[in-house]
Nanobody, 119 residues
Framework: QVQLVESGGGLVQPGGSLGLSCAASGSSRRFVTMGWYRQTPGKARDLVAQITNSGSTNYADSVKDRFAVSRDNARNTVHLQMNNLKPEDTAVYYC?????????????WGQGTQVTVSA
């Protein structure tokens, strides 16, 4: 059974930096994409950044030029480096890994980690 374990997050002042890491274990499945989503109370979970196993990346417009996503395919890990953080980046961040199953996409999620940007 796939498990995604996140680390990082916490409280940071505006303009500061944080790094989030996620490690997938429990399966030999090949994840086509890995990435990060975030969610605030009462709102949908939105994509922040994702990266394919070939290294192609996709970012939400609000984080372009501030965040950088990277992955280690051999270790099934994904990292999100967040710079110049803003109060509106405050959210619970979820790691995601997606694999192609039997004619469908299978999504796996971490437990979530809180990021708070506040003075």
């Amino acid at each position: 059974q796939v498990q995604l374990v996140e680390s990082g997050g916490g409280l940071v002042q505006p303009g500061g930096s944080l790094g989030l890491s996620c490690a997938a274990s429990g399966s030999s499945r090949r994840f086509v994409t890995m990435g990060w989503y975030r969610q605030t109370p009462g709102k949908a979970r939105d994509l922040v950044a994702q990266i394919t196993n070939s290294g192609s990346t996709n970012y939400a417009d609000s984080v372009k030029d501030r965040f950088a996503v990277s992955r280690d395919n051999a270790r099934n890990t994904v990292h999100l480096q967040m710079n110049n953080l803003k109060p509106e980046d405050t959210a619970v961040y979820y790691c995601n890994a997606r694999a192609w199953g039997l004619s469908r996409w299978d999504d796996y999620w971490g437990q979530g980690t809180q990021v708070t940007v506040s003075a």
